[in-house]
């Protein structure tokens, strides 16, 4: 018996000399890589995945590897974000383009059914009007032209209302496109017209144009309110308020020319309340000023199809500098 009890406290003070190894702590190692952030308009607010860096464009920032969230803010702009991966110890470069809050640019467009070269323009413009930009960012008008074709049907239907705005830029080849009354850029090219798109919905406007229609009867009524929100640099004595009645997604049976198109967007009905535009000269301070334009309803218009673009511009030096609709 003594020498089992012996045995026991052997094996207990043996059992109380050893030890476990000590636990290792579970520690994270973050790998990092920075993101360079730029920007078409300069100081712009850069949050990362909701906060607030602290950092303003154009900046690097440095942060864990994986997806994250780049978003810029800027006064009178909009907001504007983008995912971005971030690789171990490496630099992804990221630009953006912020828009001016409200600010809308119109494309005029110079076609002809049988312009060969107006295909391709005509495809631009319907992707860049109702994708790539939106209705509420970019609104075209399409003028048509007496050439190479003289018996355009949409040129016949309203002559003088193309002959006026030819005229007034001085177009003489099919297609050419006028961004806000002054660029011009290659109507084929759609990195060029989108580049000039761009470069004009970073200005800050000092309008903000609203646009309604309803039918009645077989009228066409068109309410129009214009908000004057800076007047620096302005000269209303030279500004005029056109308004101009297009129908978009006109289709037929065969092609009306020798280019092959079938389908047609945006195409000019009428100018209002004339193709020389009302003048602004009466208007010397901010605030909101209201017009009303009327037509008869054409037998041939789809009336369902029929919508109303709104631009003020500067008559001598052809700048839009807004524009509205009611798309």
Not at 212 to 241: C, G, M, P, R, W
Request: hydrophobic residues 35%; aromatic residues 8%.
């Amino acid at each position: 018996m003594k020498n089992l009890l012996l045995i026991i406290i052997a094996a207990l003070l043996l059992l109380s000399c050893q030890t476990n190894p000590p636990a290792t702590p579970d520690v994270t190692i973050n790998e990092y890589g920075t993101i360079k952030i730029i920007s078409n308009v300069g100081d712009a607010q850069i949050f990362l995945d909701g906060n607030n860096t602290g950092k303003v464009t154009p900046d690097t920032i440095k942060t864990t590897v994986g997806n994250h969230t780049i978003e810029l803010r800027k006064d009178a702009y909009d907001i504007t974000n983008q995912s971005v991966n971030v690789i171990k110890n490496s630099t992804v470069e990221i630009s953006f383009n912020l828009y001016a809050a409200d600010k809308i640019v119109l494309i005029e467009d110079f076609a002809n059914v049988s312009c060969v070269p107006c295909v391709t323009s005509n495809k631009i413009l319907e992707q860049l009007t109702n994708h790539t930009f939106g209705r509420n960012k970019l609104v075209s008008i399409k003028f048509p032209t007496n050439f190479p074709s003289p018996v355009d049907p949409f040129y016949l239907a309203n002559g003088p209302d193309c002959n006026s705005r030819m005229g007034y830029y001085s177009i003489i080849l099919a297609p050419t496109n006028i961004i806000n009354g002054k660029l011009k850029p290659i109507p084929s090219d759609s990195n060029d017209v989108k580049a000039k798109v761009i470069s004009e919905l970073a200005k800050i406007p000092q309008f903000k144009i609203h646009v309604q229609s309803n039918i009645n009867a077989n009228n066409f009524i068109i309410e129009i309110s214009v908000e004057v929100k800076d007047l620096t640099n302005l000269d209303f004595s030279k500004l005029v308020l056109h308004t101009v009645v297009t129908e978009t997604n006109i289709e037929f049976a065969t092609p009306p020319g020798s280019n092959g198109e079938t389908k047609f967007y945006d195409v000019m009905r009428k100018m209002l309340p004339d193709n020389q535009g009302e003048s602004l000269a009466s208007i010397n301070q901010t605030g909101t000023y209201t017009f009303q334009r009327q037509i008869p309803i054409n037998q041939n218009w789809v009336q369902s199809n029929l919508n109303t673009v709104v631009f003020i511009q500067n008559k001598e030096t052809k700048e839009i500098y807004q524009a509205g609709s009611t798309f």
